[in-house]
């Protein structure tokens, strides 16, 4: 079948890098798509969210399969958009619905969801213009550092961790009074801070059963020691130590199966993946966030390690044969580094040149994936503050780690920046 992909980042080149693997996939679209998918499909030059324009596309190509990457078009209701339209009700989507897809597009929404179904996440509360001096008594008498969320979609944001009450309470301001983030922070959530490891996991749901995919720690901070900025993630590993027979059990039974079975009876449709953001506080689990969509780059340590075929699992997916599905995952471990732009987070320059990505991902157990990338001339230039997302397997985490800053090593780009020590805290352990 031919198969639709939206998105441009690591996370769609590592998804088309797996999908063109399967006896299923024919032809590959990919829209926009950046100069590593390229090499899988053809991309199109499309916004993932102008569905009219999808639409057409998904005619003119005879597409029978979406798979939405980021998640702005998830909120906006693609999958409702497709199931409304007859002559698209025959494609399977990849994607929640929209009332679904609230889990991450309100942050509100889905701490009361988990209220509802006893999912264990940080206290909280939650205002508005309407109760702003409610929301500067509660931030006053509230624990150090304090949590404050933009409801909606922030681009990765609208969270603030406070250390004092003054910069908590100017965060608030700026959020709900100068609309900061516009809208999306015309409502706050105000949390607890929870002290932990961060751990990413991933299901694949037709919102009835679920079979895990994978799971990965994101280093977020651009600063090695885990210092400076957050970004949208610097690099990954999988899998990860901690993630033993015990907290996996925990994981399935307190936040999971709840998670899927609130859906179930909630009615909410979801075909999709849930990206579960969980700290680990004392080997117990709690939920920092949901998202309806892969992470990134944890896609691209996830997909290298799942075996079983991914178009076949989300046919599966479609037909409610999900739960019959036997999911093998590749033995080794993997990381991911990534290389951004100078200036990443803050502002940064595209267009520069990228040198010896052939030479880079030669290796059998290195794969370069695309990340802010697009062709021109014959070559590769940067197009983002994430450019490349460089992943290796290795019989440990080390060694995989290894393998990743060896291959960077070898590429170059003005401005270039990756952090040398991604998957610092697992080294000794396993050297
Ligand atoms: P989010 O956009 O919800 O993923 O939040 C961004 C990051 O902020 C998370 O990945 C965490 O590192 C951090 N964070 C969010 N909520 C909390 C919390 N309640 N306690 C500690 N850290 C948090
Ligand atoms: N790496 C975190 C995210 O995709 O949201």
Redesign the pocket.
Known sequence: MNILLLGSGGREHALAWKMVQSQHCDELFIAPGNAGTAHFGTNLQLSPNDFPAIRQACMDNNIRMLVVGPEEPLVLGIYDFFKKDPSLQHIVVVAPSAAAAQLEGS?AFSKKFMQRHQIP??SYAEFTEQNLEAGKAYIRSHSL?V?L?ADGLAA?K??V?AGSHEEALQVFEDMIVKRQFGEAGSRVVI??????I?VSVFVLTDGEHYQLIGHAK?Y?RIGEGDTGP?TGGMGCVSPVPFMDETFMRKVEEKIIRPTVNGLHSEQLDYHGFIFF?L?NMDGEP?V??Y?CRMGDPETEVVMPLLQTDLVALFAAMDNGTLVDTNIVFDERSCATIVAVSGGYPGSYRKGMLISGLTDAGSGDGTIVFHAGTREADDEVVTNGGRVLAVTSYGNTISEAVAASRAALDKISFEGMYFRRDIGYEFGDREA
């Open positions: 942050k996440t940080a550092p949590v969320k990765g609208g969270v961790i949390e607890s801070f929870l002290k932990g961060e994101d977020k957050n953001g700290m709690y920092i966030e998202n």
